[in-house]
């Protein structure tokens, strides 16, 4: 899809606040509802746009602690892999998980209450898949910055 400069910021706009109404969105771009409208529509149909979410404050659901994980499997095996991405999915302590290179084979955003929290995940959860052969922790400080934002 080949997206002219409306396109783009009509995009940019939506991913800061996608429940503005689509009055505003076309106010701003200086366009009626319906070719606003039409957009959107073509835009998500694109694939463009993968969800609408809500972003929940942490601190707020009491999930405060947030660790960046780098977890090793024990051998490079397709199946080994494919068991532990089917594992992590189902723990809804981790929020992402990515493949990645270098010394560790995955990375893992984890939220938790406490430390507490964390170190029973760990012992509990991650550390009874069988395939890890280390765990690697970081915890986060200070949020410096966060954006779901891509500017287009």
């Known amino acids: 899809m080949k997206l ?18 689509i009055k505003n969105l076309a106010a701003k771009l200086n366009l009626s509802i319906a070719p606003v409208h039409e957009r959107i529509k073509k835009i998500e149909k694109a694939g463009l746009i993968k969800r ?15 660790n960046y994980c780098n977890v090793t499997i024990v051998k490079h095996n397709k199946e080994l892999f494919k068991e532990f991405e089917l594992q992590v999915k189902e723990m809804d302590e981790v929020l992402e998980c990515y493949t990645v290179s270098g010394n560790y084979d995955y990375l893992l ?12 995940f760990v012992l509990n959860k991650l550390s009874s898949l069988e395939m890890i052969s280390n ?15 891509i500017k287009v």
């Open 4 to 21: 002219d400069e409306t396109d783009m910021k009509l995009i940019n706009m939506l991913q800061e606040d996608c429940k503005q109404p």
């Open 135 to 149: 765990i690697n922790s970081q915890f986060v400080l200070k949020h410096v910055k966060f954006t779901t934002s």
């Open 109 to 120: 955003k984890v939220v938790s209450s406490s430390m507490r929290d964390y170190q029973d």
């Open 52 to 66: 609408y979410v809500a972003i929940v404050d942490l601190d707020l659901i009491n999930k405060p602690l947030i």
